[in-house]
Each structure stands twice: as structure tokens, then as C-alpha cells.
């Protein structure tokens, strides 16, 4: 496929799940950036734009290094998306979003940063592996992107403590459906409370073996 058709073909495919994502409350105000993997090209939304309000012809560009292409200038979190991309190479998206729940699971006083979500329903243990959450650093710190490439190989999400979520995907429709399952479980646990029950490792490491 000819790498111009495809680059376009990401930009409407950023526009068309941004407004998704923004409609339906998972976003808001500019928070939150995406990108899609052409080759050795990344197209990801550009700095201080709305999921709401983007256009194909505005996305930006960057290589496998970070380094901009072209006049747009790209979200500051460029380093985060080119750590995704180099800790799998099957990785095709990235969304990251400021999302409610997810976030407020990331600002927790107690959290376990090796898996920070108790599993309580079968969809979500299938989905993913674990959940493990990056320490803190500023918005677009070079140190967030080495954070996310040592601990999202050999799974496909992460939290940022204090920040919000990033998820991977073969496709950009199979990062934004997590970054939605995890904001959707992230829920669950609030809802829960101290009510819930989670469900047995055994449970989860039979759902893990038979679906994945
Ligand atoms: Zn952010």
C-alpha cells in the first residue's frame, strides 16, 4: 500500500475516533493524544488540539525517533508514543486519554504500580495481561517515554500516576476499545468498593490461557 494513502487514511481514522471518544465523554477540553503507526512514519494529533474538533489535514508527523516531520507541530507526549511503538513492534495505536475513572485510579494514595486494577469481570482479564503504572513526571519529561517502554512490553496498557492512561493496539479501534474497558473497570471499582469480589487468580489465569 502506497504510504501516502495510508498516512490518510490514519489521519481520518484519528478524526473519526477522537470524535468518538469526545462525544461519548472519554475526553474533554484538549486533554488526551493518539497516533497511528504507517511504516516507519508516526501520524499523531497535534499540540493543544481537541478529540472533539480535529482535522486530517492538521494531524502531525513524526519518525520511529521523535524527530517532526512536516509543518504540524505534534502533542508534547511524542516521546511516550515513539516508547509504545519501540517496546512492540506489532504495536499499530496509541491513545492516551485523561479519562475519569482511569485517572482517579492513578492518584491513589495506595496503588499497586505492578498491577493497579483488581480484576472483577472475565472481559477485562482477557483483554490484558496487567496494569502496571509509570511514576511520575511532567507532561512531555523524555523520562515518562523510557517509563512506559520498560513496562508496557508484554502488555498493552499502563497508567501514568497522576496523569491518566495509555493504550496499544494492532489497530487504532483495538487501543481506544481498551483505553474504554479500562475506563469502564476503573468504574466498577469505585462503584464497588470494599463490596467487591474480585475474581481468583485461578479464574483469571484460566480465562488468560484459553483466550489469548
Ligand atoms: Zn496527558
Redesign the pocket.
Known amino acids: 500500500m502506497e504510504i501516502a494513502f495510508e498516512e490518510r487514511r490514519a489521519a481520518e481514522d484519528l478524526v473519526a475516533t477522537g470524535r468518538s471518544l469526545y462525544e461519548r465523554g472519554y475526553t474533554f477540553g484538549t486533554?488526551?493524544?493518539m497516533s497511528v503507526r504507517c511504516g516507519d512514519i508516526v501520524v499523531i494529533t497535534p499540540t493543544n488540539s481537541s478529540f472533539g474538533d480535529l482535522r486530517a489535514e492538521r494531524m502531525a508527523k513524526v519518525d520511529l525517533s521523535g524527530k517532526v516531520l512536516g509543518d504540524a507541530m505534534p502533542s508534547k507526549?511524542v516521546p511516550f508514543h515513539v516508547a509504545a511503538y519501540e517496546a512492540d513492534p506489532q504495536t499499530r495505536a496509541v491513545v492516551?486519554l485523561?479519562s475519569t475513572y482511569a485517572t482517579a485510579i492513578s492518584c491513589l494514595r495506595d496503588l499497586n504500580c505492578e498491577d493497579a486494577l483488581p480484576i472483577f469481570t472475565p472481559y477485562f482479564a482477557m483483554r490484558l495481561a496487567r496494569l502496571p503504572v509509570v511514576p511520575y513526571y511532567p507532561?512531555g519529561d523524555p523520562a515518562l517515554g523510557a517509563g512506559v517502554r520498560d513496562r508496557i512490553a508484554g502488555t498493552k496498557a499502563v497508567l501514568?500516576r497522576n496523569?491518566?492512561s495509555i493504550t496499544t493496539g494492532k489497530t487504532l479501534f483495538e487501543a481506544s476499545a481498551l483505553a474504554e474497558e479500562l475506563e469502564e473497570q476503573a468504574k466498577l471499582f469505585f462503584l464497588l468498593g470494599s463490596r467487591g469480589l474480585e475474581l481468583t487468580e485461578s479464574q483469571v489465569a484460566e480465562l488468560r490461557s484459553r483466550f489469548r
Open positions: 486533554a488526551g493524544n507526549e492516551h485523561h507532561p501514568l496523569h491518566g
